[in-house]
């Protein structure tokens, strides 16, 4: 059974930082990409950033320059470091993982994390 652990998240002032981590744990083949999403109240779930197996990395535009996403393929583990936090950067912040597992046949699956709470004051 594959489970992803966040761990990270609070509160800050806005222009504070924090750091996000996600590992995953279980038994899969290979991992195609790793991201993180977040959602606000009423607001639909949307993409933070992404970092796929060769290392690329995508960011929403409105938090280019101020976060930075990171793996470690060993420790199949995940980091977002946020920087500059704003008020709008509030929300549960999910870890997305997905991967090569083999059961009867090879797939590939989506997974995703529990959530961690990101909330910034002004």
């Known amino acids: 059974q594959v489970q992803l652990v966040e761990s990270g998240g609070g509160s800050v002032q806005a222009g504070g930082s924090l750091r996000l981590s996600c590992a995953v744990s279980?038994?899969?083949?290979?991992?195609?990409?790793m991201g993180w999403y977040r959602q606000a109240p009423g607001l639909q779930r949307e993409l933070v950033a992404v970092?796929?197996?060769?290392?690329?990395?995508n960011y929403r535009d409105s938090v280019k320059g101020r976060f930075t996403i990171s793996g470690d393929n060993a420790k199949k583990t995940v980091y977002l470091q946020m920087n500059s936090l704003k008020p709008e950067d509030t929300a549960v912040y999910y870890c997305?993982?997905?991967?090569?597992?083999?059961?009867?046949?090879?797939?590939?699956?989506?997974?995703w994390g529990q959530g961690t709470q990101v909330t910034v004051s002004s």
């Open positions: 997305n993982c997905n991967a090569v597992i083999r059961t009867t046949k090879w797939t590939t699956e989506n997974y």
């Open positions: 970092i796929l197996s060769g290392g690329s990395t």
């Open positions: 279980g038994s899969i083949f290979s991992i195609n990409t």
